[in-house]
T-cell receptor, first 111, second 113 residues
Framework: DAKTTQPPSMDCAEGRAANLPCNHS???????VYWYRQIHSQGPQYIIH???NNETNEMASLIITEDRKSSTLILPHATLRDTAVYYC????????????FGSGTQLTVLP | DVKVTQSSRYLVKRTGEKVFLECVQD?????MFWYRQDPGLGLRLIYF???????EKGDIPEGYSVSREKKERFSLILESASTNQTSMYLC????????????FGPGTRLTVL
């Protein structure tokens, strides 16, 4: 699975868009980008995933650059409940059963 | 919404006790997982089950066993709890063939004294 790089921390004002970047310059053509988050003392939560096209669901949008070497998770209107550690994972579908999280980005939404 | 529930949020046990952690999912998922999460070590897979009565060892199965008698329920058993099993235990489930999108329970923080 390709390695990912994320900033260790970010702040965002409540109600504004939170844009969380992830670099994955060694991604291969059939590896997907997955995003999870973990609110303090809770289990991880799946957010979204994509291969090459931009994706949107009720939680977030995922923008993947044309060369696929980086992506951005967008929370369009951040709330205090979005404060969490956000993990970007790059992997082949079904390549391994276990999820392996890096250090992620601690997003703090400020009132 | 997928719902994965775990029997306890917090549990305190003594060394040598037998400990049962229960996990139930309501989305008819074939796959279920047990992880432990420790600071600096991330998520580590203990056991995986892909069907009723079917199980596979993960990375750290020693000291643990599992049971899956019904599709919706996956139990983790610590046969004789030890202090190094103090951890956050997380259960997850996923549909068949989609192990990359896992839905997690709230976790059980187990302390072994």
């Amino acid at each position: 699975d390709a390695k990912t790089t994320q900033p260790p921390s970010m702040d965002c004002a409540e109600g504004r868009a939170a844009n969380l970047p992830c670099n994955h310059s060694t991604i291969s053509g059939n590896e997907y980008v997955y995003w999870y988050r973990q609110i303090h003392s809770q289990g991880p939560q799946y957010i979204i995933h994509g291969l090459k096209n931009n994706e949107t669901n009720e939680m977030a949008s995922l923008i993947i650059t044309e060369d696929r070497k980086s992506s951005t998770l967008i929370l369009p209107h951040a709330t205090l409940r979005d404060t969490a550690v956000y993990y970007c994972i790059v992997k082949l579908q079904g390549s391994a059963r276990q999820l392996t999280f890096g250090s992620g980005t601690q997003l703090t939404v400020l009132p | 919404d997928v719902k994965v529930t775990q029997s306890s949020r917090y549990l305190v046990k003594r060394t040598g006790e037998k400990v049962f952690l229960e996990c139930v999912q309501d989305m008819d998922h074939e796959n279920m997982f047990w992880y432990r999460q420790d600071p600096g070590l991330g998520l580590r897979l203990i056991y995986f089950s892909y069907d009723v009565k079917m199980k596979e060892k993960g990375d750290i199965p020693e000291g643990y066993s599992v049971s899956r008698e019904k599709k919706e329920r996956f139990s983790l058993i610590l046969e004789s709890a030890s202090t190094n099993q103090t951890s956050m235990y997380l259960c997850a489930s996923s549909v068949e063939g989609a192990t990359d999108t896992q839905y997690f329970g709230p976790g059980t923080r187990l302390t072994v004294l």
